[in-house]
């Protein structure tokens, strides 16, 4: 059972641009929604994370948007760049978030 | 500089041949975690261990083996059991009472090939 689901599974953003990947959960029971940045052959750094008390943080370019009634979150890259070409994962966990359930990735490109 | 170490980079392997992947953490973290990367389909949970001497499956742990005799190393057994072991496999960390927004620590990953 997918838990999880994240789209688009691939995402193209001229420099300069607005990045959006969605994400939608079944499980009630997160608490706990991180979003991943992954560049090919190293593993996933994190870069953002929201608690559901909140419906919004920014973290620089990067802003998480929450939404706990539809049971969707999304990430938002503003001012697109280069440099941000990677494949991004969203995540759910619960409590201490002792174990998280990814989403299926993004690979986006920021074309110049 | 702390982190996590997983060893080799690269790992051919015969068919009906058990492999061990390393991981080693100087963190001094508590949680570690075993994950398997395919295209398309995300990091899918083996088996993980919020302290040693114990471990969980995950979602995913049939053909696998893990064992957690130190706190600072977490090794996977890829078992001839395991009919479809090529994929990248990713080791990570978690401190285990901290704040949970500090998330996970990844390795850099090992690409199994069965050849």
């Known amino acids: 059972q997918q838990q999880v689901k994240q789209s688009p599974q691939s995402l193209i953003v001229q420099k300069g641009g607005i990045s959006i990947i969605n994400c939608a959960y079944e499980n009630t029971a997160f608490d706990y929604f991180p979003w991943y940045q992954q560049f090919p052959g190293k593993g996933p750094a994190l870069l953002i994370a929201i608690r559901p008390d909140v419906s919004e943080k920014k973290e620089g370019r990067f802003t998480i948007s929450f939404n706990k009634s539809a049971k969707q979150f999304s990430l938002h890259i503003m001012d697109s760049q280069p440099g941000d070409s990677a494949t991004y994962f969203c995540a759910a966990g619960t409590g201490t978030a002792s174990k998280l359930t990814f989403g299926t990735g993004t690979r986006l490109q920021v074309t110049l | 500089d702390g982190g996590i170490t997983q060893s080799p980079k690269y790992l051919f392997r015969k068919e009906g041949q058990n492999v061990t992947l390393s991981c080693e953490q100087n963190?001094?973290?508590?949680?570690m975690y075993w994950y398997r990367q395919d295209p398309g389909q995300g990091l899918r949970l083996i088996y993980y261990s919020q302290i040693v001497n114990d471990f969980q499956k995950g979602d995913i742990a049939e053909g696998y083996s893990v064992s957690r005799e130190k706190k600072e190393s977490f090794p996977l057994t890829v078992t001839s059991a395991q009919k479809n072991p090529t994929a990248f496999y990713l080791c990570?960390?978690?401190?285990?009472?901290?704040?949970?927004?500090?998330?996970?620590?990844f390795g850099s990953g090992t690409r199994l090939t069965v050849v």
């Open positions: 990570a960390s978690k401190p285990g009472t901290s704040d949970s927004l500090y998330g996970y620590t």
């Open positions: 963190l001094n973290h508590d949680a």
